[in-house]
């Protein structure tokens, strides 16, 4: 942690009016007088719907540090994914500091902050501002978001249940996960979607970032010829219909 002591004090007086306002908004309140090191070793996990924001998992779990360096003896990792990335897990490792109520990550002077602290009913609030995470994983997913970066800012307040120990079972498998595209998404693997489509000849339009009414009906168009249920909706047979026939090259332009 290279930021100076007067930095990264006012940094997180400045996180703690944030959750005071916050935290309340996500049903629950911060416990006062619980020693947050009584939850070490402990997985932490929620999942999120679409409508709730673009996480759709995040895991953490925290220990003492083997680091013998002050304000850096509680060890935590944190892991994500986005709903609009599937095959991607992003996510963070740090050495710590804790006041016994809280655990607080200073990561740098441009890494952002991160800010753990049990609730009353046993959730583990977590306040990430500007937190700087890594790429940690990716497979050939369907339709893939290439992103260009080497990782993300999270921006947010989460609460976390407590799932038991923090052992394999800590972990989640974004490459299961398959997203599907349709009407009204915006998305980098729209682009990626058109630009098949029109290497199959069912979109004559370059290819951008929204799925409107021209692609969904050239989804149909597409899923009409490969008899596919023609829904407009890319799901996961029709996503692997495509790289399927995109590779070959057939019906192409």
């Known amino acids: 942690m290279n930021c100076s002591s007067a930095s990264l004090v006012r940094a997180l007086t400045g996180l703690g009016a944030l959750a005071a306002i916050l935290l309340p908004l996500h049903g629950a309140q911060a416990q006062e007088d619980k020693d947050i ?19 759709r998992d995040i895991r953490i779990f925290f220990e003492r540090s083997v680091s013998k360096e002050p304000g850096q003896e509680i060890y935590v990792d944190l892991n994500y994914s986005y709903w609009d990335v599937p095959n991607e897990t992003y996510g963070m490792t740090a050495n710590c500091s804790s006041n016994g109520r809280e655990i607080i990550c200073g990561i740098e002077c441009d890494g952002g902050r991160l800010r753990l602290q049990l609730a009353e009913d046993g959730r583990l609030l977590a306040e990430a501002i500007g937190l700087r995470t890594d790429a ?5 997913s369907l339709l893939p978001d290439y992103n260009g ?23 989640f498998d974004p490459q299961t996960t398959f997203v599907a595209l349709q009407a009204g998404d915006l998305s980098p693997r729209v682009a990626i979607l058109e630009a098949k489509l029109n290497q199959l000849g069912h979109l004559l339009e370059f290819p951008d970032e929204v799925f409107d009414e021209v692609t969904s009906a050239a989804v149909k168009s597409f899923q009409v010829q490969y008899r596919l249920p023609d829904t407009g909706i890319v799901d996961e047979p029709t996503a692997r219909a495509i790289e399927s026939i995109s590779l070959t090259n057939l019906g192409g332009c």
């Open 37 to 55: 090191m009584s939850a070490a070793g402990q997985c932490f996990r929620a999942s999120y719907k679409a409508e709730r924001g673009d996480v």
């Open 149 to 171: 970066a080497d990782g993300l800012v999270l921006n947010n307040i989460f609460a976390l249940e407590r799932t038991g120990p923090a052992d394999s079972s800590c972990n």
């Open 136 to 140: 940690h994983e990716a497979s050939k």
